[in-house]
């Protein structure tokens, strides 16, 4: 059973830094993709960013472009998500997700990723 269990959100201060970990157990990863998503008060969950566990290739929201990285430890399974410049609308609570993953598309929608971890708040004040 693949477990997924987030952490290092809190509160920060509008351009601020955070860095979310995503430990992951159950599973050898090597064919999995990693993503993490969130979910805003009042909002439907959006895609946020995504890593193959092998290579390591990646892809970001628009909104995550320049200012987010994804990355993982295979020897630690875990993903990171590192957050520099947030602003009051990063606010949400942030999700890492995996599935198996076959030929090349990056998924970006939640519905398809088959493993959820509980999710760690993230408060930006402005």
């Known amino acids: 059973q693949v477990q997924l269990v987030e952490s290092g959100g809190g509160l920060v201060q509008a351009g601020g830094s955070l860095r979310l970990s995503c430990a992951a157990s159950?599973?050898?990863?090597?064919?999995?993709?990693m993503g993490w998503f969130r979910q805003a008060p009042g909002k439907e969950r959006e895609f946020v960013a995504t890593?193959?566990?092998?290579?390591?290739?990646?892809y970001y929201a628009d909104s995550a472009k320049g200012r987010f990285t994804i990355s993982r430890d295979t020897a630690k399974n875990t993903v990171w998500l590192q957050m520099n410049s947030l602003k009051p609308e990063d606010t949400a609570v942030y999700y890492c997700?995996?599935?198996?993953?076959?030929?090349?598309?990056?998924?970006?929608?939640?519905?398809?990723?088959?493993?959820w971890g509980q999710g760690t708040q993230v408060t930006v004040s402005s």
């Open positions: 997700a995996a599935r198996v993953y076959s030929g090349s598309a990056y998924y970006t929608r939640d519905r398809e990723y088959s493993y």
């Open positions: 159950g599973r050898t990863f090597s064919m999995y993709a």
């Open positions: 890593i193959r566990w092998s290579g390591g290739n990646t």
